[in-house]
């Protein structure tokens, strides 16, 4: 689980947009714009915090710290690493915000420097002591028994030992490539080797094969189930081990993070599908751009680091602790403590679509709340589906699935049933790729029609086409009649458990049309149809949205009511933000529920003070877009794979969809207006780019368990 999306690299397109979009700043503010790598820090920094929260389950607790660190990780990997590659072209790298690149560095290192010393103070002064009054304890090296301390002497011996391979630095052994965020260790020596030499230095690189935590057996521990140990520990003890007649002076644990943007030429490759398979095989070796070390670790060892790896002072980080508190992440699932962890729900299944999907979607609209309702209604639909005589087609975009995916699977089960089916696959989906691959394998084996989407463009739109054969379909007599499934998250059933998404399944005729238009763009190249329902990227989304804000400014200027309710996952995007802007400037309530980065200042006189900005963190990721407006007394409101960034509104292929049905537009609005009043879960936004935790009021509970109880009634 990740509580972030995967990133983009920076694009010198949305600097040169930002920058031009600066041209209609106020005069009286310098900057109005917040750097968006800082806002994803001070984000990070919100998903720490939930570490320290009390009011949180401690196993939920340690989750939130693991959570924060692969962030840490994913920034380096992407922002950072991007950011670096554009210094090193000499691609300027001046935004919206007007911090140099040389601010903007030594702001990034000071801030991670001290979320890094923060994440570790976190672990060792609060959640290790909390763990260990509840019989869950990580063992150190001078706490072990007599009977623990030959376990894992057996336990190396038999293991570890068989599986390492040491190599020592000499002439003929040159420093070794360092896969990215893998386990090493720099081993400093003392004697000859066998061959009479002087080594100094050895490296011993852990595969990842290796578990990184141990658990004692309960017959060896002597106190209780839950005891582990680290593998760094274990190493650690028994490293001379490695090195026969010689001793071990030194033994530190570090980690390499490198590039892991995939770099492909889309013009250039003849098959996408192949020029990524090769780009992946090299994921791990990209530059690197963070040096992770022991906090104990000398400084010879930690330059003489630096040096090997090319990179500079302010790119040391010095970990007391695990160099990778990631894993720790595999705990709550080793302790069978109930009572440390969130109390689990099953998410309900509507009443309506118990039986005949078909049926219920003819009698009207019908919306799933991910993960307080079940995916398992749009599985359903696919299976029956592709067991059904009267379905000729379906039509699919893919994302994100996952491994061994059900709706892969369905789809393939369709296609074998002599369905015609097409499949959007989008293999550049970061960190996906090789799923995405093997996916579009798999489907192209059984006779699906597989695309890759559009060359310069990724395909993210959430979409499913059903076209049937049915005797009553118009009003005419028999014919076909399409169904669609549109949603604000992936294909994905394990995510659609832990992230908050809408799913709207409709059979309306007009926006049935408007999906099939749009899986025509994608699989025949023809030119850009009207669309009569739904607004899509890169076309129509963003100016649709400027239009509808322009309806506000206008409505406010006539009296009639003004209000704007925007949910999304960043807003970054210049434009967006100067029309927001002005919107505030004319009266316009504007409220924002923005989960991670948000480039626009809040409350600042004379510019945004009519903008409230809030970020919900809790049980659940917040995922959903959703987009509400006023109208004069006639609202609007939107659902949408996009978030409002440059790369969503201009490089994608996204869609947003109206709820037309007047009481599902009213539940989404009620819940939306529960986020507002939030008080548990909620951090207020400040104009200078910090948060505040909301004040909470006595007995909250947050809108997430709100949710639970009022939908499918917590347990």
Same mark, same amino acid.
């Given at each position: 689980?990740?509580?972030?999306?995967?990133?983009?690299?920076?694009?010198? %397109?949305?600097?040169?947009?930002?920058?031009?979009?600066?041209?209609?700043?106020?005069?009286?503010?310098?900057?109005?714009?917040?750097?968006?790598?800082?806002?994803?820090?001070?984000?990070?920094?919100? +998903?720490? @915090?939930?570490?320290?929260?009390?009011?949180?389950?401690?196993? @939920?607790?340690?989750?939130?710290?693991? %959570?924060?660190?692969?962030?840490?990780?994913? $920034?380096?990997?992407?922002? +950072?690493?991007?950011?670096?590659?554009?210094?090193?072209?000499?691609?300027?790298?001046?935004?919206?915000?007007?911090?140099?690149?040389?601010?903007?560095?030594?702001?990034?290192?000071?801030?991670?420097?001290?979320?890094?010393? @923060?994440?570790?103070? +976190?672990?060792?002064?609060?959640?290790?002591?909390?763990?260990?009054?509840?019989?869950?304890?990580?063992?150190?090296?001078?706490?072990?028994?007599?009977?623990?301390?030959?376990?894992?002497?057996?336990?190396?011996?038999?293991?570890?030992?068989?599986?390492?391979?040491?190599?020592?630095?000499?002439?003929?052994?040159?420093?070794?490539?360092?896969?990215?965020?893998?386990? !090493?260790?720099?081993?400093?020596?003392?004697?000859?080797?066998?061959?009479?030499?002087?080594?100094?230095?050895?490296?011993?690189?852990?595969?990842?094969?290796?578990?990184?935590?141990?658990? /004692?057996?309960?017959?060896?521990?002597?106190?209780?189930?839950?005891? $582990?140990?680290?593998?760094?520990?274990?190493?650690?003890?028994?490293?001379?081990?490695?090195?026969?007649?010689?001793?071990?002076?030194?033994?530190?644990?570090?980690?390499?993070?490198?590039?892991?943007?995939?770099?492909?030429?889309?013009?250039?490759?003849?098959?996408?599908?192949?020029?990524?398979?090769?780009?992946?095989?090299?994921?791990?070796?990209?530059?690197?751009?963070?040096?992770?070390?022991?906090?104990?670790?000398?400084?010879?060892?930690?330059?003489?680091?630096?040096?090997?790896?090319?990179?500079?002072?302010?790119?040391?980080?010095?970990? *007391?602790?695990? #160099?990778?508190?990631?894993?720790?992440?595999?705990?709550?699932?080793?302790?069978?403590?109930?009572?440390?962890?969130?109390?689990?729900?099953?998410?309900?299944?509507?009443?309506?679509?118990?039986?005949?999907?078909?049926?219920?979607?003819?009698?009207?609209? /019908?919306?799933?709340?991910?993960?307080?309702?079940?995916?398992?209604?749009?599985?359903?639909?696919?299976?029956?589906?592709?067991?059904?005589?009267?379905?000729?087609?379906?039509?699919?975009?893919?994302?994100?699935?996952?491994?061994?995916?059900?709706?892969?699977?369905?789809?393939?089960?369709?296609?074998?049933?002599?369905?015609?089916?097409?499949?959007? +696959?989008?293999?550049?989906?970061?960190?996906?790729?090789?799923? !995405?691959?093997?996916?579009? @394998?798999?489907?192209? &084996?059984?006779?699906?029609?597989?695309?890759?989407?559009?060359?310069?463009?990724?395909?993210?739109?959430?979409?499913?086409?059903?076209?049937?054969?049915?005797?009553?379909?118009?009003?005419?007599?028999?014919?076909?009649? *399409?169904? #669609?499934?549109?949603?604000?998250?992936?294909?994905?059933?394990?995510?659609?458990?832990?992230?908050?998404?809408?799913?709207?399944?409709?059979?309306?005729?007009? /926006?049935?049309?408007?999906?099939?238009? #749009?899986?025509?763009?994608?699989?025949?190249?023809?030119?850009?149809?009207?669309?009569?329902?739904?607004?899509?990227?890169?076309?129509?989304?963003?100016?649709?949205?400027?239009?509808?804000?322009?309806?506000?400014?206008?409505?406010?200027?006539?009296?009639?009511?003004?209000?704007?309710?925007?949910?999304?996952?960043?807003?970054?995007?210049?434009?967006?933000?100067?029309?927001?802007?002005?919107?505030?400037?004319?009266?316009?309530?504007?409220?924002?529920?923005?989960?991670?980065?948000?480039?626009?200042?809040?409350?600042?006189?004379?510019?945004?003070? *009519?903008?409230?900005?809030?970020? %919900?963190?809790?049980?659940?990721?917040?995922?959903?877009?959703?987009?509400?407006?006023? !109208?004069?007394?006639?609202?609007?409101?939107?659902?949408?794979?996009?978030?409002?960034?440059?790369?969503?509104?201009?490089?994608?292929?996204?869609?947003?969809?109206?709820?037309?049905?007047?009481?599902?537009?009213?539940?989404?609005?009620?819940?939306?207006?529960?986020?507002?009043? &939030?008080?548990?879960?909620?951090? %207020?936004?400040?104009?200078?780019?910090?948060?505040?935790?909301?004040?909470?009021?006595?007995?909250?509970?947050? /809108?997430?368990?709100?949710?639970?109880?009022?939908?499918?009634?917590?347990?």
């Amino acid at each position: 689980m990740n509580l972030l999306d995967p990133i983009e690299p920076p694009d010198p %397109i949305e600097r040169a947009r930002a920058a031009e979009a600066m041209t209609s700043t106020p005069p009286q503010v310098v900057s109005p714009y917040i750097n968006r790598e800082l806002s994803l820090l001070e984000f990070n920094r919100r +998903v720490l @915090e939930q570490a320290k929260d009390d009011t949180v389950p401690l196993l @939920e607790r340690l989750k939130f710290l693991c %959570i924060s660190c692969s962030n840490l990780d994913e $920034f380096f990997e992407i922002r +950072v690493a991007g950011l670096k590659q554009m210094a090193k072209l000499g691609t300027p790298l001046v935004g919206p915000d007007g911090l140099a690149p040389t601010e903007l560095f030594a702001e990034i290192s000071t801030r991670t420097h001290a979320l890094v010393e @923060e994440q570790y103070r +976190v672990l060792n002064e609060v959640m290790i002591p909390a763990l260990e009054k509840e019989k869950v304890r990580f063992l150190r090296r001078g706490e072990w028994s007599t009977e623990q301390d030959a376990w894992l002497r057996g336990y190396f011996g038999n293991e570890l030992l068989p599986v390492l391979s040491p190599l020592g630095l000499d002439p003929a052994h040159p420093f070794p490539r360092i896969l990215n965020k893998s386990l !090493n260790f720099i081993v400093s020596l003392s004697g000859k080797d066998a061959f009479g030499r002087n080594i100094g230095y050895a490296i011993v690189q852990a595969p990842r094969a290796l578990p990184r935590l141990i658990q /004692i057996p309960r017959e060896v521990s002597g106190t209780g189930p839950h005891d $582990f140990v680290f593998l760094s520990s274990v190493i650690h003890a028994y490293v001379d081990d490695l090195f026969p007649g010689m001793q071990a002076t030194g033994c530190y644990q570090f980690r390499v993070t490198r590039n892991s943007d995939l770099l492909v030429d889309e013009n250039e490759a003849e098959d996408l599908l192949e020029a990524l398979e090769g780009e992946l095989s090299q994921r791990q070796w990209g530059d690197t751009v963070r040096l992770e070390v022991a906090h104990n670790c000398p400084d010879q060892m930690s330059l003489y680091l630096m040096e090997e790896l090319n990179l500079e002072p302010a790119d040391l980080y010095r970990c *007391n602790g695990p #160099v990778n508190l990631m894993r720790l992440i595999a705990i709550p699932d080793m302790v069978d403590r109930p009572d440390l962890k969130y109390t689990p729900f099953v998410p309900r299944v509507p009443k309506a679509l118990a039986g005949d999907l078909f049926a219920a979607m003819r009698k009207g609209d /019908i919306l799933l709340q991910h993960p307080y309702d079940s995916f398992s209604p749009v599985l359903d639909l696919l299976r029956q589906a592709a067991k059904d005589p009267n379905v000729l087609a379906i039509k699919q975009t893919l994302y994100r699935t996952g491994a061994k995916s059900p709706v892969a699977e369905a789809l393939i089960q369709a296609a074998r049933a002599g369905k015609e089916v097409t499949v959007v +696959v989008e293999l550049r989906a970061r960190f996906d790729e090789a799923d !995405n691959i093997s996916l579009a @394998e798999a489907l192209q &084996d059984v006779g699906a029609h597989v695309v890759y989407g559009v060359v310069g463009y990724k395909t993210h739109a959430k979409m499913m086409l059903i076209v049937r054969r049915e005797e009553a379909a118009q009003a005419g007599g028999a014919g076909l009649r *399409n169904y #669609v499934h549109l949603a604000t998250g992936n294909y994905h059933p394990r995510t659609a458990r832990l992230y908050t998404d809408y799913g709207l399944l409709t059979a309306d005729p007009a /926006i049935c049309k408007d999906v099939h238009a #749009v899986f025509l763009q994608l699989t025949s190249l023809g030119k850009v149809s009207k669309l009569n329902r739904l607004l899509q990227s890169p076309f129509t989304l963003a100016q649709g949205m400027h239009e509808r804000i322009e309806r506000e400014i206008a409505n406010a200027a006539k009296g009639r009511k003004a209000h704007i309710i925007a949910k999304m996952n960043a807003l970054v995007e210049p434009e967006m933000i100067q029309k927001l802007y002005q919107a505030s400037q004319a009266g316009v309530q504007i409220d924002l529920v923005v989960r991670s980065m948000c480039s626009l200042r809040p409350g600042v006189a004379g510019l945004s003070e *009519n903008i409230r900005v809030r970020s %919900i963190i809790g049980r659940f990721l917040e995922h959903h877009r959703a987009f509400y407006f006023a !109208n004069g007394g006639s609202p609007e409101l939107w659902l949408s794979s996009a978030d409002w960034m440059e790369r969503n509104l201009f490089r994608r292929v996204e869609i947003a969809f109206p709820v037309l049905d007047r009481k599902l537009r009213e539940r989404i609005v009620e819940q939306l207006q529960g986020y507002l009043a &939030d008080t548990a879960q909620t951090w %207020i936004m400040q104009p200078d780019g910090t948060y505040q935790r909301a004040a909470a009021e006595a007995g909250a509970a947050g /809108i997430q368990a709100h949710l639970l109880e009022e939908i499918v009634g917590a347990g």
